[in-house]
């Protein structure tokens, strides 16, 4: 039965199993078991069946990692507001392959910064990338 049924069947089930968790939050069970084990999210074992309590789940999702929030030296990695992007959003911004981003900041088309294990893009950056390279129009001579 799923912890929604359950819930609007009055039931005051307020755990779940590594399977409904998973389900849940859209993973693995094995992601489920790793974040147990990594003590990330609280569980308890009933002889030989992991039960979460919805409270914890939700607390988890709180505190999930997740690339948005990575920080560097205090700072926010990507933040939009200050014209910071990853490899990925300038690849989305641009409507053109990840690879392709990565191979214009190797060959010098446009700038990058590492910030720890990060590649990180600045708005201007992008900008005269794609006025420069990807605007560009060629002569027919």
Do not use: C
Not at 50 to 76: A, P, Q, V
Request: proline share 1%.
């Amino acid at each position: 039965m799923d912890i929604q049924e359950n819930l609007a069947q009055g039931n005051d089930t307020k755990v779940v199993s590594i399977t409904e968790a998973a389900r849940i939050n859209n993973v693995t069970r094995q992601a489920i078991y790793v974040a147990i084990k990594q003590k990330k999210l609280k569980a308890t074992k009933n002889a030989t069946r992991w039960t979460i309590h919805l409270d914890d789940l939700n607390e988890y999702r709180k505190n999930k990692y997740s690339r948005t929030k990575s920080m560097f030296n205090g700072e926010l990695l990507f933040d939009s507001h200050k014209g910071f992007f990853s490899i990925n959003q300038v690849a989305k911004m641009l409507n053109i392959p990840a690879q392709k981003v990565y191979y214009a900041t190797r060959i010098g088309l446009m700038k990058a910064h590492r910030k720890g294990a990060a590649w990180v893009v600045h708005s201007d950056d992008v900008k005269s990338y794609q006025e420069n390279y990807l605007n560009r129009t060629t002569k027919v001579v």
